[in-house]
């Protein structure tokens, strides 16, 4: 069933987890390509505000009553499970299903140039770089970004040209429902072990993802993470690779100023490009500015178009975010879950100015905590006192195998200040108390932590 027929029909499009960043996004391109859209979400946002205020009809809770005959097709994430009560009335009316990643993939087929963000950490901040860049370029592209960015006023961006900017999530291999003109793996790494069997079962899907691309279409990759080489050595397309120590395209002379912004040479094949400067901070943000400077190359966009949309990115929000300072403490706000994103938010702000750094660290999943626990207990050296909050359970249920008093306990065997508390108002008593100024606070997770440094900046 196309989405036309629906539309000519005059039959609504429901989404199960509509205040979703990815799915409120493709429900709000829809809307204004005049589509009727309704959705349900368990918990009322401002983003299902955003979306009642834009038309869709949005009901809060999944109900069987949320779906009648007036739903020409249902869309779902991959984290609705088969027991949803909209799922099964969905079956009992005979609606067509279709999960959010084919869904995104449909859409995708009416552009040519489709550049999906894959990788394991970075998808967010590189798909918004690039945008930033293609905006620049005037090329008018759609985008769908899992944050919010400034410059589209949110997370997404009807456009009306060939162009279309999305971030590919490799969890339960979604990407691979994508079409990729330019497909991007900024890098592997061990994560979502509760669908992929080990690093392996993670670099064939990528290799999978790489091999969808056509033979006239780019694969951008980092050389610098060698968990990419045996994705280099299947594909059938263009290839354009770039690092610091590696690649067709890279960043050298890298100069940090007092934020840990860096200013850098590009250099292809050893020659000179041009300079770069950065507005967010970090060693890891200057990869993924080379990947979003590798796409734009690909794209054949002109330098000042790459040099001033990344000159213009300031970041998206949650991601070393600056919430607010008062009484001389800073709070920034990250949603780094993975250990290799905390490792590499923890050498940012070690360049951003400060007297000692508080992490306040929400773990995110049991699955994740319970398998990456070692990395866990490695990645948070930079950090003068750990504070943990309890397990954010998103999709999972505690089954006791892990929690954040264990974490905890491994941290303090290895010599780390670090304390657990359960609630987040304990939390923010005990900063309120300790916190000296000139110190500089992290909330750091994929949860709801940022709440803290919001809390915080209230008290």
């Known amino acids: ?74 869309v779902y994430t991959a984290a609705i499970s088969e027991d949803n009560p909209e799922l099964l009335k969905a079956t009992e009316l005979g609606i067509p299903l279709m999960d959010r990643a084919e869904f995104l993939g449909n859409l995708m087929k009416g552009h040519k140039y489709n ?86 079962d993670i670099q ?34 263009n290839i354009i690779t770039y690092g610091l120590e590696k690649g067709i395209i890279q960043g050298k002379n890298i100069v940090y100023n007092e934020k840990g912004c860096a200013f850098f040479d590009v250099i292809q094949d050893n020659e000179f490009l041009f300079s770069i400067e950065l507005n967010v901070p970090g060693e890891h943000n200057v990869l993924n500015a080379l990947g979003s400077i590798s796409i734009a190359l690909a794209l054949n966009i002109n330098p000042e178009a790459i040099i001033e949309g990344l000159k213009s990115f300031h970041g998206t929000h949650r991601r070393f975010e600056l919430k607010g300072v008062k009484d001389d403490i800073t ?38 905590t319970h398998a990456l626990l070692k990395e866990f207990t490695e ?5 003068d006192e750990i504070i943990l909050a309890d397990i954010y359970a998103a999709r999972e249920k505690d089954t006791g195998i892990i929690s954040s008093v264990m974490l905890g306990d491994k941290l303090r065997d290895n010599g780390l200040t670090c304390n657990n508390f359960h609630s987040f108002e304990d939390i923010v008593s005990y900063l309120k108390e300790t916190l000296l100024p000139g110190d500089l606070v992290l909330t750091v997770g994929a949860g709801d932590i940022y709440k803290v440094g919001e809390m915080f900046l209230k008290k």
Do not use: W
């Not at 759609?142 to 400034?150: A, E, Q, R």
């Not at 060939?162 to 490799?170: G, L």
């Not at 990645?379 to 950090?383: D, I, K, L, N, V």
């Open 115 to 200: 550049i999906a963000v894959s990788g394991t950490h970075g998808k967010t901040t590189t798909t918004s770089m690039i945008s930033h860049i293609v905006i620049k370029a005037n090329l008018d592209p759609t985008i769908l970004v899992g944050g919010d960015l400034d410059i589209i006023k949110g997370n997404v961006k009807t456009g009306n040209s060939e162009y279309f900017i999305t971030e590919a999530c490799e969890y339960k291999a979604s990407f691979l429902k994508f079409y990729p003109y330019i497909g991007v793996i900024l890098n592997i790494d061990e994560d979502h072990l509760d669908f992929y069997k080990d690093i392996n």
């Open 1 to 74: 069933m196309s989405f036309e027929f629906i539309q000519s029909e005059n039959k609504k499009i429901h989404f199960i987890g509509i205040g979703g960043i990815s799915m409120s996004g493709i429900a709000e391109i829809l809307l204004e390509k005049g589509y009727k859209i309704s959705g349900s979400d368990m918990n009322s946002s401002y983003i299902t505000n955003m979306l009642e205020r834009k038309g869709a009809e949005i009901h809060i809770g999944h109900k069987k009553e949320n779906l009648d005959y007036t739903v020409g097709m249902v």
């Open 331 to 368: 709070v920034i706000d990250d949603y780094a879950h993975h250990p290799t994103e905390i490792r590499a938010t923890l050498n940012a702000s070690q360049n951003y100015p400060h007297n000692r750094i508080f992490c306040v660290f929400q773990p995110h999943t049991y699955t994740r």
């Open 204 to 237: 064939n899907t990528f290799i999978k993802f790489g091999k969808m691309i056509p033979k006239d279409g780019y694969l951008i990759a980092c050389a610098d993470d060698s968990n990419i080489d045996k994705v280099l050595k299947t594909v059938d397309c």
């Open 379 to 383: 990645c948070f050296h930079g950090a």
